[in-house]
């Protein structure tokens, strides 16, 4: 049920940071690449990556007050989970694969905006306009 | 007199016996041939559509791996698919008739891919991702309709 609820607010954030209602910025993490962002300075939404190789684990949480409300961790490990030969079209098929690809998703949507690539370049292009 | 008629007659009609026996004969040797080369058409038909089929599961587990951004292992799989396409384009020509072309282009959407996933940050940036599962959705559905149309020619076949 939490679990649900967990993939129900990153199709909403996914959806709000898409349409650039939302802005992310990135946290020290260690090892991690964290992103987090604040809904009226009570609420923080944090997703956080961690890549070895090919496997990458993703980490979802929800902060309150009074410390974590909610967390969903999903990661890209397909042995034992994903039979190869099985058909693939249909969003059924394959829960594990969609499940990862919705926090993906929201994570390269929360970096995109962190990052600020558009703004980055705009900025990039002006200064080397202004030399010349 | 009568005697020699009747030996002259029999000669011919022995003789007309033996043509005709051999008519039926070669009549039988060539439906044969052509029975043999039916089948064999068929097998290789039957090949055909199996290995579109094998083609197809390939392409469907890339796109697992593409979507769960395992990108050496997706890379091991588009280069498989690299190595089977223009095999099975060559092999099975007489088959697939204006798929051939539609194969070209399936080959050039995974050689792509193939080159963007040995690059240092593979489809790290999040529209690039979308295009590249969309594309490999796009390859896996006209792979299958390459696939139907081999299994209805062998239908026909029967």
Redesign the interface.
């Known amino acids: 049920m939490m679990s649900d609820k967990a993939e129900e607010l990153a199709a909403q954030l996914l959806e709000k940071t898409e349409n650039g209602k939302l802005r992310w910025h990135s946290e020290p993490g260690g090892e991690s690449e964290t992103y987090k962002t604040e809904l009226e300075d009570e609420l923080s939404f944090w997703i956080k990556r961690k890549t070895d ?2 496997d ?1 684990v993703i980490l979802f949480s929800l902060t309150g007050p009074k410390g974590t409300v909610l967390s969903k961790s999903v990661d ?1 490990i ?1 042995s034992g989970v ?1 039979r ?2 099985d ?3 249909g969003k059924s098929a ?1 829960p594990k ?2 499940q ?2 919705l926090f ?2 929201l994570f ?2 929360a970096r ?1 905006t962190a990052i600020g690539k558009d703004q980055t370049i705009e900025k990039a292009q002006l200064l080397l306009e202004r030399l010349g | 007199m009568v005697l020699h008629d009747w030996f002259d007659w029999s000669n011919a009609g022995v003789g007309v016996v033996g043509l005709a026996f051999t008519l039926w004969a070669v009549r039988q040797a060539t439906g044969a041939r052509q029975a043999a080369i039916e089948a064999r058409e068929a097998i290789w038909q039957r090949e055909a559509s199996d290995s579109f089929s094998e083609l197809k ?1 390939m392409a ?2 890339f ?3 593409l ?7 997706a890379l091991v799989r588009a280069r498989d698919l690299l190595a089977r396409i223009p095999r099975d384009r060559a092999r099975f020509g007489k088959f697939l008739h204006g798929d051939s072309d539609k194969l070209k282009e399936l080959e050039s959407v995974f050689q792509k891919l193939a080159i963007r996933l040995s690059s240092e940050s593979p489809l ?3 529209d690039e ?2 295009e590249a599962i969309a594309r490999v ?1 796009e390859a ?1 559905g006209e792979l299958n309709s390459i696939y139907g149309r081999l299994m209805a020619r062998l239908d026909e076949v029967g």
Do not use: M, T, W, Y
């Open positions: 190789g090919d990458k890209n397909l994903v190869f030969g058909p693939v079209v394959f694969v969609n990862f690809r993906s998703n390269h949507a995109k | 599961g469907e587990e796109a697992i791996l979507q769960s951004e395992r990108s050496k292992e790290e940036d999040l991702a979308r959705f896996i």
